[in-house]
């Protein structure tokens, strides 16, 4: 699997879909799962979906190869890469924004046939890929995915996500224990309750809930559907079209909109057309911290409580967690203060020598423009001026801002990059603001970085690479799950089911094999009705005449009177068994 191309940091993150892992269920559940989705949603999706999988490469009979899809991606200027599972949401977002399309490689259990609480093979590669080959979706997704990379991920997110993750993986393992599941829906409970503000990040996470995710087009009265979540779920996709269902146009204010990822959704947003996705897009960047900057984007940060970038005027950025933003008193910010690793960089590349082991115990620097040039960027002074006012290379010197902040030092060192004083280094410094000693001589060396005024705040260090590991780019898997001896044997009965389908074998020979495999079948596995419906359908299309087919239609009608949800799945099963 080709990664080169990806920053290091991300590369972890893809792993080998490892083809020969998937069971004869699991196919058989991909393969019940898509054909149900293609004859609805050939209905219902937007346009563009049933041709989307046609080209993408995606097929009924078996579960794609990740790389074929991103072979025919890259027709689109996107392609795909296998992960494990939920990767960490900043990861995600940083992959699209690089025209990667990262599909979870695994497979859904029968048990989670309509749905699953944790990303797999056919949400990503059923749901995701066909609907990008629409461009000006498309467009939006990378759109979106270059604004999401920005948006301040809060600590609460963070403890969230782990809670979502561990409950889903658990959920989707035949090996959890109920013990298990209980104490991890009480942790997600526990987190969820203690969860004091919505962050930039949730708050896109809504706006990608809310579109990408389970998004629908068109008028009120009649809209089709283009949501991931959506087109990966039949019994989603019928649901979210009913009355009780309701419609609302799309607005920026679908960040206000919770939801709940365990319930299906009482009321769903309907965009007019994939242009005004970009639209809705760009005015909730407006509300963001790396376009407001300031004081605004700093109180933001302050309560994420997370690895967050401050950039100033002349372009240095300064990373880590932003713990305080003193003002003046026309409430401009005067000086800011990270504790913690903290890294300085310019255009998104570290400092030489200035990376979070340098800075390990944080880092605070003045803002503002200086008393003797209110009107000039300091980074914009040039030597002479610097001169002018006592600032040369071994000089002591004394610099006044506006706003009150007051610093002394022998100047060490000066920064200068693309024409930009950015940075000033001093030694014997000592920084005060209305009495409060913001810097000591006994702290060591004072490097004070220049700007007037606070540009903007993002989310995560500006040079992650450089920055290295940080809670939100953890990489975790999915643990391989063991099969008991009795679900070993289970496999093998679908495997020579799906042999008989694929090596066309016909008529007495098809009726010979096929009664031996459901003797076997009818005394080890009497509950199971998708091997029955798989073979249902073979003898349909090929032994139409054959005994075998009253036997499995009252068969199945036995199977489905079980319960509810397994009597919908044989009778829709059964109506398109006659569809091969």
Not at 414 to 429: F, N, Y
Request: charged share 25%; glycine share 6%; aromatic share 8%.
């Amino acid at each position: 699997m080709e990664t080169d191309f990806l920053p290091p940091h991300l590369r972890k993150y893809v792993v080998e879909q490892h083809y020969e892992k998937y069971t004869p269920i699991d196919q058989a559940v991909w393969r019940y799962i898509l054909r149900q989705l293609k004859s609805y949603l050939s209905k219902h999706a937007h346009e563009s979906y049933v041709e989307g999988l046609s080209k993408t490469g995606i097929s009924v009979e078996r579960i794609p190869r990740i790389e074929e899809i991103s072979n025919k991606l890259k027709e689109f200027g996107w392609r795909a890469l296998p992960v494990s599972g939920f990767i960490p949401p900043a990861a995600f977002m940083e992959l699209q924004s690089l025209g990667v399309l990262p599909i979870a490689s695994d497979m859904r259990s029968i048990d989670h046939l309509l749905y699953t609480p944790a990303p797999d093979i056919v949400h990503e590669a059923a749901g995701h890929a066909p609907i990008l080959i629409q461009p000006e979706f498309a467009e939006y997704l990378r759109q979106y995915a270059q604004v999401a990379k920005k948006a301040i991920l809060s600590k609460e997110d963070l403890d969230m996500y782990e809670a979502i993750r561990e409950l889903s993986d658990l959920k989707e393992n035949p090996g959890s224990t109920a013990a298990q599941i209980k104490a991890a829906e009480q942790k997600l409970e526990t987190v969820s309750k203690n969860t004091t503000h919505v962050s930039e990040a949730a708050e896109l996470g809504r706006m990608n809930w809310w579109t990408a995710e389970y998004g629908l087009i068109g008028t009120l009265d009649n809209p089709k559907i283009f949501g991931a979540g959506l087109l990966s779920s039949k019994g989603e996709s019928q649901a979210c079209l009913q009355p009780t269902v309701k419609k609302i146009p799309l607005s920026v204010d679908c960040i206000k909109q919770g939801y709940d990822i365990t319930e299906q959704q009482p009321q769903l947003f309907v965009t007019p057309d994939f242009k005004t996705l970009v639209r809705v897009l760009n005015e909730m960047a407006d509300q963001m911290a790396f376009r407001l900057g300031g004081l605004p984007g700093l109180n933001k940060a302050i309560e994420a409580q997370s690895v967050n970038s401050a950039e100033l005027s002349s372009g240095i950025q300064i990373s880590g967690q932003i713990i305080e933003a003193i003002t003046d008193s026309a409430q401009n910010v005067a000086y800011l203060r990270l504790q913690g690793p903290s890294q300085l960089s310019f255009k998104d590349k570290q400092l030489p020598g200035h990376d979070k082991s340098y800075h390990l115990h944080g880092f605070g620097t003045p803002v503002g423009f200086l008393k003797t040039y209110p009107a000039k960027d300091p980074s914009d002074l040039t030597r002479t001026e610097w001169a002018d006012i006592g600032v040369e290379i071994g000089s002591k010197s004394r610099l006044e801002f506006v706003s009150g902040v007051v610093v002394t030092g022998t100047v060490k060192g000066m920064t200068v990059v693309d024409g930009k004083t950015i940075l000033l280094t001093l030694t014997d410094a000592k920084a005060e603001f209305q009495g409060r000693i913001l810097f000591d001589p006994s702290w060591g060396q004072y490097d004070m970085a220049l700007g007037a005024k606070v540009t903007s705040v993002f989310g995560g260090p500006a040079d992650r690479e450089a920055y290295g590991e940080t809670e939100d780019f953890v990489a975790k898997r999915v643990p391989a799950p063991h099969y008991r001896p009795e679900e070993l044997k289970l496999h093998t009965q679908y495997g020579r089911l799906r042999e008989l389908r694929e090596k066309n074998i016909q008529a007495a020979e098809l009726e010979k094999s096929l009664s031996e495999l459901l003797a076997n079948h009818d005394k080890d596995f009497p509950q199971d009705w998708l091997l029955r419906l798989e073979a249902l359908e073979l003898t349909k299309a090929r032994l139409s005449n054959s005994a075998l087919l009253a036997k499995l239609e009252k068969d199945l009608q036995g199977l489905a009177s079980k319960d509810e949800t397994t009597k919908n799945l044989i009778h829709d099963g059964i109506a398109l068994s006659g569809n091969l």
